[in-house]
C-alpha cells in the first residue's frame, strides 16, 4: 500500500450540524463513492453497517470477513476498517456519536455486552435469519419515518429505536454466554475495565498479571474470566493488542524497527521482531511488503 498515514473520518465531516447520529442507504454510499470501495480508515464515532443484499469482503484491523445477505457489521470508534462490495449493496449504514449513546441514555454496558463490537479485530459479523432481518428493518424504517416526520423529540425517538436495535443485537449474538445472571455482571464489568486498561496501558504493560494487580484479581482469575466471555485469555488479548497496533504502524507510518518497539515498550528491537514473528508467522518487514488489504 502507498498510504503513510490512515486517515480518521470525523463525525462532523459528514453529518449535519449539531447532529449525532446518521443514517445512510447502503446502495446511496456505493453510488456516491462511484462504485469504489474506500482505502482503510477509521472513524471517530460508532458504525453498524446492516447488510440485506450484498456481495464483497469487509476487512477489519487486517481480518478478512466476507459481505454476506442477511448479516450486521460493527465498528467501533478507532477502528481501522475497509468495506469492499463487488457490487451495490442493499442495505443501511448508522452512524452515531458517544454523545449519542450519552443523550440517550443507552449505557456502555449494552455496548459492551454486544460481543461482536471487538476491539484489535475481532468484531465477526452478525448473520440473521428471515425473521430477525425483518425485525431489523421494522426499526430501519422507524428510524427513517422519524427522521423526517418529527419536529420535537426525533433524537429521542431515534434513540430509543437505536437501543432496541442494540438489544435485539444482543439477544441475537450467538456468542455464549454463562447462564449465572451474578457471574455474568460480574465477569462483564471486570472484562469492561480490562479492555479500558489495556488501551491505555498496551505500549508499557505487556503482562496479564501488570492487569489483574491493577484490578485487583489473580492472573488466572483474569485470564479464565476474559475467556469465559470472549473465548480468548487476557493474554491472548495483550498480543493481540499489541500486534495490532504494531501492524497499524508498520502499514501507516515510516517508523523503523528500533523506533517502533520502543514505542510499544520492547526493550531491544530483536525482541520486538521475535514476538512479532511468533504471533503472526511474519517478520515486520516480511508483513510490512507483502500485505494487502485493496
Known sequence: MAHNQIKTYKFTEGAPENQHFVLRRAEDVYYNGNGESDSPHRHDYYAIVLIEEGKGVHYVDFKKYDLEDHTVYFILPGQMHQLIPSEAPKGWVLAFTEEFLISNSISDKLINDIYLFNDYGQSPPLPLNEAQMNVYK??????????????????????????????????????????????????????????????????????????????????????????SITGKSAKDHIQSKIVTEAKRSLIFTNLSGKELAYELGFDESAHFNNFFKKTTGFTPTEFKTTVQLS
Request: charged content about 20%; aromatic content about 8%.
Open 138 to 227: 421494522t426499526l430501519i424504517a422507524q428510524m427513517e419515518h422519524f427522521s423526517v416526520s418529527l419536529q420535537n423529540y426525533t433524537d429521542d425517538a431515534i434513540g430509543s429505536l437505536l437501543k432496541l436495535f442494540l438489544i435485539q443485537s444482543n439477544n441475537h449474538c450467538s456468542l455464549a454466554k454463562v447462564n449465572n445472571p451474578q457471574f455474568i455482571e460480574t465477569t462483564n464489568h471486570l472484562l469492561r475495565s480490562f479492555k479500558h486498561l489495556l488501551n491505555e496501558h498496551y505500549s508499557t504493560k505487556h503482562k496479564v498479571s501488570d492487569y489483574a494487580d491493577m484490578l485487583a484479581v489473580t492472573p488466572d482469575y483474569l485470564n479464565k474470566s476474559v475467556k
